[in-house]
């Protein structure tokens, strides 16, 4: 049994926590140098002939060898790999997928981590196959996660799919991955202190489900990532374990809580509009992990000011008072474009806005304040702690590295509390009625602001 069938083992029984089964299902992963050489093994598993799918990156990275592997063990396979420098997960690439598919093929072999992955998910739920990766970098946890990450109509989406079967990574290959998509995969793990945190926070103030066996597998997880923090950077294959475990783990235990809770909170929701104004707007835009690990130290510094928050039941409500959903909704769209008529109608559904639901949460707030502080400094470490990992990796430790300026980071600080139905540390300060303040004394700038009608004054 591999090592994480070991730490997958006890979840087939109920959770001695909160009485769920979390049994992810049939998933084998393989991590480790030389591991290829059970490809032959694996695909005989799945099916007698695979229909291979990588783009001209991964292709060279892995897909060559993988072929040569198949070809001495006398199996058979389709190859489609795609065409030109980028491959974006939209519409045309997953045409080009299901149009170039040979119905021949009993299973699939995607080579690739990110989008490769993310588009053979897709084909293997629409063509009823099973599918096996081969992975070719530790870059984000999305390995084993049961959706896609896609564009639809010029709109970022995620949308449901199947999670590869087997999962092979082959430390020899992925350790010699561009060193940003290694930077990239510590700083999706590093993201999860958030994360965790979040969805505590969230237990406490709005009864969601929360899971502290699935927590402390994905606490131990970035423990193990950072302790290597130094040795990603020398591509140590131990290090370089760590984070693809890490990632794989990540991205199953979303499954296994049934929600996103344990892999994403406000860090990546900065990361979501970064890439939703990059689609829009042009702005600058990086890898996933690469942004949620500067976002991190973004989140680690709000939680640091929140520590010193001394809640008020006046100002709050004063606050909600003088909120101008009208004006929320032209500064949604000013500055996220035309991804904002979706965070729209999910307020409608949701109304965390509406004032009833904000003074129960309030009440709430009020009461386990010290627990709530407790949760922040047991989770989240230290901005110094954070940018001292990011530099350890060599990866941007500042949002001006990613090219973005205070004005717009306080404004996607804002913005994150909308982004998806879940309770995130930006939403606690807008319920304090000192979201607006905290954005503004956090991120300063002096120049005038362009495409944002700045905060309703609160008085
Ligand atoms: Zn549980
Ligand atoms: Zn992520």
């Known amino acids: 049994m591999s090592d994480i069938g070991k730490i997958l083992a006890p979840f087939k029984k109920p959770c001695p926590a909160c009485g769920r089964i979390h049994d992810p299902g049939e998933v084998r992963a393989e991590i480790g140098s030389g591991v290829m050489d059970q490809l032959p093994e694996m695909i005989g598993s799945l099916g007698r002939k695979p229909f291979v799918l990588a783009d001209p990156r991964t292709f060279e990275a892995a897909g060559k060898r993988a072929l040569s592997i198949l070809k001495d063990a006398g199996i058979p396979w389709s190859l489609f790999i795609y065409k030109g420098e980028t491959l974006a997960p939209d519409e045309r690439s997953m045409g080009a997928a299901v149009m170039h598919f040979d119905y021949s093929c009993?299973?699939?072999?995607?080579v690739g981590s990110g989008t490769v992955n993310d588009l053979a998910k897709l084909l293997s739920r629409i063509s009823g196959r099973p599918f096996m990766l081969l992975g070719t970098a530790p870059s984000m946890?999305?390995?084993a996660s049961s959706s896609s990450s896609m564009i639809r109509d010029g709109l970022k989406i995620s949308l449901e799919s199947i999670y590869p079967s087997i999962i092979l990574c082959d430390t020899d290959i992925l350790k010699k991955a561009p060193l940003p998509m290694l930077q990239a995969g510590m700083g999706d793990m590093i993201a999860k202190y958030t994360s965790i945190c979040e969805w505590r926070i969230s237990n406490l103030v709005t009864g969601e489900y929360y899971c502290p066996v699935i927590a402390d597998l994905i606490r131990n997880c970035v423990r193990q990532c950072t302790d290597h923090a130094e040795g990603l950077k020398r591509r140590d294959p131990e290090a370089v374990e760590a984070v693809t475990k890490g990632l794989i783990l990540a991205g199953l235990a979303m499954t296994m809580a049934g929600c996103s809770r344990p892999a994403?909170?406000?860090?990546?929701?900065?990361?979501?509009?970064?890439d939703m104004r990059a689609q829009e707007f042009g702005t600058p835009m990086g890898l996933h992990g690469i942004q949620c690990g500067t976002a991190e130290l973004i989140c680690a510094r709000v939680y640091d000011r929140i520590l010193q928050v001394k809640p008020d039941r006046e100002k709050a409500l004063?606050?909600?008072k003088s909120f101008r959903y009208d004006h929320w909704k032209i500064d949604l769209r000013a500055f996220l474009g035309k991804s904002a008529d979706q965070l729209v109608?999910?307020?409608?559904k949701e109304g965390k806005y509406d004032p009833a639901s904000h003074s129960r949460r309030l009440e709430k707030i009020l009461d386990s304040w010290d627990r709530i502080c407790g949760i922040i400094r047991e989770e989240v470490p230290s901005p110094d702690k954070i940018r001292e990992i990011l530099k350890k990796t060599g990866a941007p430790a500042s949002f001006e590295e990613l090219g973005h300026t205070s004005e717009e980071v306080r404004t996607a600080f804002y913005m994150t509390a909308d982004i998806r139905d879940k309770y995130i540390g930006s939403r606690l300060l807008w319920d304090l009625g000192i979201l607006y303040e905290i954005g503004q004394e956090l991120f300063p700038d002096e120049r005038p602001v362009a495409y944002f009608t700045d905060p309703w004054p609160i008085d």
Do not use: P, Q, R
């Open 318 to 320: 004063a606050s909600v």
């Open 106 to 110: 009993d299973c699939i072999l995607a």
């Open 345 to 348: 109608l999910l307020e409608e």
């Open 264 to 274: 994403s909170g406000m860090e990546h929701y900065f990361s979501h509009i970064w």
């Open 141 to 143: 946890d999305g390995f």
